[in-house]
């Protein structure tokens, strides 16, 4: 069943990523072109060939499963130790809640077509320059202007679902895809700590999501998913068929199994996993694995590991280090991280960081994992531990503004504190999330914070 987007477009996309994956695709672009978009049997006969194909030429070492992942990663600390007080702990956890909040504010009025695309005479990121720089904000210091001479000059707008984020109207983190994932991983550690799998985040997703809050990879698994409970029973208990099941439903007619939704997931369950990065990764495999594969799945695990480390490391290259040492080092999107870094040691300024970025990376999704995440450790290394630079940096870059700056945010609040975040960024949230998610719409930010540290005391005990 085709889900976000009509059957020929999902086909169109399964090229492109059988591409990605090694495959050699001549001529299947100009087979989908000539087929009616209403003919499902032609269109279905194509889809098969492509899932049959095998790789010809790949250089890259990506397994899906959690041990051969581990036994191809590098070295790397697996667990750090820190000793804080009570309230140090909880200043870190609120800290970390914030900075994704306020990461993801800034970056939600810029998800629109003019900044993650680009637009004919320019990418993706000097629209962005250009709207700040119209709105006599330059450089960025504050929430997204909601006018800008930029929009005339330049024929370039805001998100119309993002304008109650904008530096004249915001009040509080508005809800947000980003914001709901992490209080769910957030509420699926409050059940079950350590207990549970990929079975359990279809069921919950079944229960909390409706299938208008998911996009992408996340529609095709939802639905995907519909169709094995419907085979069991809505109320079954896991299947003993559920991993070989588990692979249909994260790659039948589902060809963003390696764009960033996964990644954004990963949050609620790395501040369960504080300080334990390699636990963090584990729960972002468990995570991703229902609805992705191959470099989608290590975005969640390289952010997460990332974030659970913040709590006891604060040093951006080890930070990065930390979060590439659970991945396998001869993934694509390692590779791709590493050139990342490499580039943000080197520039002078955030415009030619972002620049250099964006020509690196250009050929990618504006929403896949790889671009997007090699902009977040970019963001991270220019950065150097400033939390105004490293938002504003991951949001300049264009491409998925708000899911950056959320997971660079949540990164620099968990090594920072909520204390040594700017009032500026702070105050305008006024303590207050919505997430769409019954129990969670509204709440005080502080207390999804005193609930994420009550529900890592619980999984360190």
Request: charged share 25%; glycine share 8%; with cysteine.
């Amino acid at each position: 069943m085709a889900g976000w987007a009509p059957l020929k477009q999902l086909i169109e996309e399964e090229i492109k990523q059988r591409r990605d994956e090694g495959c050699r695709v001549d001529s299947f672009d100009e087979r989908i072109e000539a087929i009616d978009s209403h003919n499902r049997e032609e269109l279905m006969r194509v889809y098969e060939e492509l899932t049959a194909l095998k790789p010809i030429s790949y250089p890259y070492d990506e397994p899906n499963e959690l041990e051969a992942i581990r036994q191809l990663r590098p070295e790397g600390p697996r667990l750090l130790s820190e000793t804080y007080s009570e309230e140090e702990w909880r200043d870190r956890f609120y800290g970390a809640w914030l900075g994704r909040s306020i990461g993801c504010a800034l970056g939600k009025p810029l998800e629109s077509a003019s900044f993650m695309f680009g637009s004919e005479d320019s990418p993706g990121w000097q629209n962005v320059y250009r709207w700040f720089k119209g709105a006599d904000a330059w450089p960025i210091t504050g929430y997204t202007p909601g006018s800008s001479t930029a929009s005339e000059e330049f024929g370039i707008a805001l998100a119309g679902f993002g304008l109650q984020s904008t530096r004249e109207r915001i009040q509080y983190m508005e809800t947000d895809d980003d914001i709901r994932y992490t209080v769910l991983g957030l509420i699926m550690l409050e059940r079950k700590g350590r207990d549970w799998d990929s079975w359990d985040i279809g069921k919950m997703w079944h229960e909390l999501l409706t299938y208008q809050q998911v996009c992408t990879a996340e529609t095709q698994a939802y639905l995907n998913f519909t169709q094995v409970t419907s085979h069991y029973g809505a109320d079954a208990e896991k299947p003993e068929d559920w991993e070989e099941k588990k692979h249909w439903v994260r790659t039948y007619l589902n060809p963003y199994r390696e764009w960033i939704g996964a990644q954004i997931r990963v949050d609620g369950f790395a501040y369960g996993a504080a300080g334990n990065p390699e636990l963090a990764a584990e729960f972002a495999w468990r995570d991703a694995s229902f609805s992705h594969i191959g470099n989608g799945i290590y975005g969640e695990m390289f952010c997460g590991a990332m974030i659970a480390a913040a709590f006891a490391e604060s040093d951006p290259e080890e930070l990065v280090r930390i979060g590439l040492s659970e991945i396998p080092s001869n993934c694509k999107l390692a590779h791709d991280i590493r050139t990342a870094v490499e580039i943000a040691k080197d520039a002078k300024d955030e415009l030619e960081l972002v620049n250099r970025i964006w020509e690196a990376f250009k050929h990618y999704h504006p929403v896949h994992t790889n671009n997007n995440a090699a902009l977040v450790a970019a963001s991270l290394i220019f950065a150097k531990g400033d939390f105004n630079t490293a938002i504003a940096v991951s949001v300049l870059g264009g491409w998925d503004t708000d899911c950056n700056g959320a997971t660079v945010g949540s990164i620099m609040g968990a090594a920072l504190g909520s204390k040594a975040l700017p009032e500026h960024w702070v105050k305008p949230l006024n303590d207050q999330l919505y997430s769409a998610v019954t129990g969670f719409h509204p709440i005080a930010i502080s207390e999804c914070a005193e609930r994420s540290y009550q529900v890592f005391k619980k999984i360190q005990g």
